[in-house]
């Protein structure tokens, strides 16, 4: 099916473990985004890739990494969890031009004990 | 990146039409106002988006001040499942480094 997944929906893991959210979109949409909404929040932008292997930081990056080797995938990765990181988490993608929508997945529920 | 305001709530009653404002006097030629919302428990979803002129589809209506400095998103009939978080966002070719506001919180009582 066409669209943009996000998995796994639901992820429990300790403080200081390596945990990788995956995103997967099926349009070739050049950009792509990840967003964390913490409880009662707006969203926050952690990273955007603007085409295979180009990322950059968003507003909020430390703890995180990125990689896009592939156009269709964009997995963020915490090399060590820690609580302040417990969060949902979207990610995003959208054509080139002003007129493309975005398009979110069903996000990623993180609970880091 | 150009920056939106908007209202933090707003109320409604149902099946009355709301007006949700959004300012963007920084907003460049070649932005797009896009409008998202958030219903509970889910991810931001498309609304609406336009350049210039006034915009229609099933969802909602936009209005666009003459000057592109401020909108309107416009539900003509407001339900109990429009109850949602309510972003306005700038758009633009280069699409980079997309924030969002804090959105509006719409409440629609019966």
């Known amino acids: 099916d066409a669209g943009i997944t996000q998995s796994p929906r639901y992820k429990i893991t300790e403080t200081g473990r390596q945990v990788t959210l995956m995103c997967h979109q099926t349009?070739?949409?050049?950009?792509m985004f990840w967003y964390r909404q913490d409880l009662g929040h707006g969203l926050r932008l952690i990273y955007y890739?603007?085409?295979?292997?180009?990322?950059d930081k968003g507003e909020v990056p430390d703890g995180y990494v990125v990689s896009r080797s592939k156009t269709e995938n964009f997995p963020l990765t915490l090399e060590s969890a820690t609580r302040s990181q417990t969060s949902v988490y979207f990610c995003?993608?959208?054509?080139?031009?002003?007129?493309?929508?975005?398009?979110f997945g069903n996000g990623t529920r993180l609970t880091v004990t | 990146d150009a920056k939106t305001t908007q209202p933090n709530s707003m109320e409604s009653n149902e099946e009355e039409p709301v007006h949700l404002p959004c300012n963007h006097s920084?907003?460049?030629?070649?932005?797009?106002i896009h409008w998202y919302r958030q219903l509970p428990s889910q991810g931001p979803e498309y609304v609406i988006h336009?350049?210039?002129s006034n915009v229609n589809n099933r969802m909602a209506s936009l209005a666009i001040a003459e000057d592109r400095k401020s909108s309107t998103l416009i539900l003509h009939r407001a339900t109990l499942r429009d109850a949602a978080v309510y972003y306005c966002?700038?758009?633009?070719?280069?699409?980079?480094?997309?924030?969002f506001g804090g959105g509006t919180r719409l409440m629609v009582k019966p």
């Open positions: 995003a993608s959208r054509d080139t031009g002003g007129g493309s929508p975005l398009h």
């Open positions: 966002i700038l758009l633009n070719n280069a699409g980079n480094m997309l924030t």
């Open positions: 920084t907003i460049s030629g070649t932005d797009y």
């Open positions: 336009g350049l210039t």
């Open positions: 890739s603007a085409a295979a292997d180009i990322t």
């Open positions: 349009w070739s949409h050049s950009y």
